[in-house]
Nanobody, 115 residues
Framework: QVQVVESGGGLVQAGGSLKLSCTAS????????MGWSRQAPGKERDIIGT????????YADSVKGRFTITRDNRNQNTVYLHMSSLIPEDTGVYYC????????WGQGTQVTVSS
C-alpha cells in the first residue's frame, strides 16, 4: 500500500510565493515518478506538473515559468512544488500523486490566492 501526504497550503496574496511538500511512502522503490494536480472551484482536476523517476520535468502552460518541481536529495520520494508570482486563478486544492503502481493521490491541500 502506498501513502501520499501533502502539506504547505494556505492563504497568500497575489504576487506571493508558497511551497508545497509531498511524500510518498510504503512498499515502493526509492525514487518514483511523482506529480501535482490542481482542482479549482467548480472545475475539473488538471495536471500541472510532473517529475519522472529520471527527473524529467513537465509543466502545464498555465504554470510554466512560475511553478517549479524539485525532489529532495535525501528522501527522493519527497517532492516540492515551488509556486511564485501567484495569481487568484491559482486558487484551488492541490493534490500530489505517486505515479507508479498503483497510482495514488494524496488528500489535497488548499491554496487560496487573494487579490
Amino acid at each position: 500500500q502506498v501513502q501520499v501526504v501533502e502539506s504547505g497550503g494556505g492563504l497568500v496574496q497575489a504576487g506571493g510565493s508558497l511551497k508545497l511538500s509531498c511524500t510518498a511512502s510504503g512498499r515502493i522503490s526509492s525514487k518514483n515518478h511523482m506529480g501535482w494536480s490542481r482542482q479549482a472551484p467548480g472545475k475539473e482536476r488538471d495536471i500541472i506538473g510532473t517529475i519522472s523517476n529520471d527527473d524529467k520535468l513537465f509543466y502545464a502552460d498555465s504554470v510554466k515559468g512560475r511553478f517549479t518541481i524539485t525532489r529532495d536529495n535525501r528522501n527522493q520520494n519527497t517532492v516540492y512544488l515551488h509556486m511564485s508570482s501567484l495569481i487568484p486563478e491559482d486558487t484551488g486544492v492541490y493534490y500530489c500523486a505517486f505515479l507508479g503502481r498503483p497510482i495514488t493521490w494524496g488528500q489535497g491541500t488548499q491554496v487560496t490566492v487573494s487579490s
